[in-house]
């Protein structure tokens, strides 16, 4: 199912914003129309969905490094994508997120 934008204000502002949403290709825009609101406001309509052919890569991704050590000082490096930090209380913490490693 497509999405619907409308953005609408100062010309100059929407054109920005507009050309920065452009910018992520995880979104194809089609489907826009355009209505000028008077000498310096505008109104930009698009409709867009999820681009196909993008497949997430690593450098759209969040990454994390986790770094636990033991009682007796030996440290242990995970990195992580899209973790999630959660204080459960009591000083428990849960920790959650996907880990890229090829070798692991």
């Known amino acids: 199912m497509a999405l619907r934008l409308i953005v609408e204000g100062c010309r100059d502002k ?7 949403l452009k910018i992520s290709h995880q979104w194809r825009f089609y489907n826009r129309s355009r ?3 008077g000498a ?6 698009y409709f867009f969905d999820e681009n196909p ?7 759209t991704r969040q990454i994390s490094k986790l770094t636990l ?3 007796d000082g030996i440290k242990m490096e995970i990195t992580l ?5 959660v204080e ?17």
């Open 14 to 20: 929407v054109r920005q914003f507009v050309d920065f």
């Open 35 to 37: 209505l000028s609101l």
């Open 40 to 45: 310096d406001e505008l109104r930009i309509d």
């Open 53 to 59: 052919h993008m497949k997430p890569s690593i450098t």
């Open 69 to 71: 050590t033991s009682e």
């Open 81 to 85: 994508l899209d973790a999630e930090v």
């Open 88 to 104: 459960m209380g009591n000083g428990i913490t849960y920790i959650h997120g996907k880990s890229y490693d090829p070798y692991s």
